[in-house]
């Protein structure tokens, strides 16, 4: 019987067959999280910072792949997480998922429902580079997407407390 795994050191090193871009796409879609976090800000006039950012985490002895999706994308800082102890990919920067990050994504999506919260994600992306999420009608929306996305995910502001916040700025 022809034997099915041929390598018996997958992953020591890299075949020439491998597509890298679907490659990073899937990894992201198993361990990967696209997020908008939303916080209060006195110092802005609608009340509330939006940051959006997407993130993976691994084992630090498994770092190798973290580094090859920075490597890849050409952007995002490695750091520990404290809260799992693990080591995490991240970008923060809007023109940094705008330029790099949205687009690949757009040309290999996600095959899991992690699709939806990146297309709600591009969406409040999209929205904050016209600068939507400065006005109390802008954020309310993006409030109401981003509430959307990551339905079993932890939030630090229910988006019904952040929405509610807004209908008080407006009267």
């Not at 110092?43 to 939006?50: A, C, F, K, R, Y």
């Not at 790099?100 to 290999?108: D, G, M, N, Q, S």
Request: net charge positive; aromatic share 8%; hydrophobic share 40%.
């Amino acid at each position: 019987m022809a034997n099915l795994w041929p390598r018996q050191d997958a992953g020591s090193r890299r075949e020439n067959s491998i597509n890298v871009p679907s490659y990073i796409s899937g990894y992201i879609d198993g361990e990967g999280c696209f997020t908008v976090s939303i916080a209060p800000r006195r110092t802005l006039v609608v009340g509330w910072e939006v940051r959006p950012s997407v993130s993976v985490s691994q084992n630090a002895d498994r770092s190798q792949v973290l580094l090859e999706i920075q490597r890849y994308f050409d952007c995002g800082t490695l750091r520990p997480d404290r809260s799992d102890q693990t080591l995490k990919w991240e970008v923060r920067s809007l023109p940094l998922l705008l330029a790099r990050v949205i687009p690949h994504f757009l040309r290999f999506p996600l095959l899991s429902a992690k699709q939806r919260d990146f297309e709600l994600f591009n969406e409040v992306c999209q929205r904050m580079a016209q600068g939507q999420h400065l006005t109390l009608v802008g954020l309310s929306e993006v409030v109401r997407l981003a509430g959307a996305m990551n339905p079993s995910g932890k939030r630090g502001y229910s988006p019904a407390l952040i929405l509610e916040s807004l209908v008080e700025m407006k009267a």
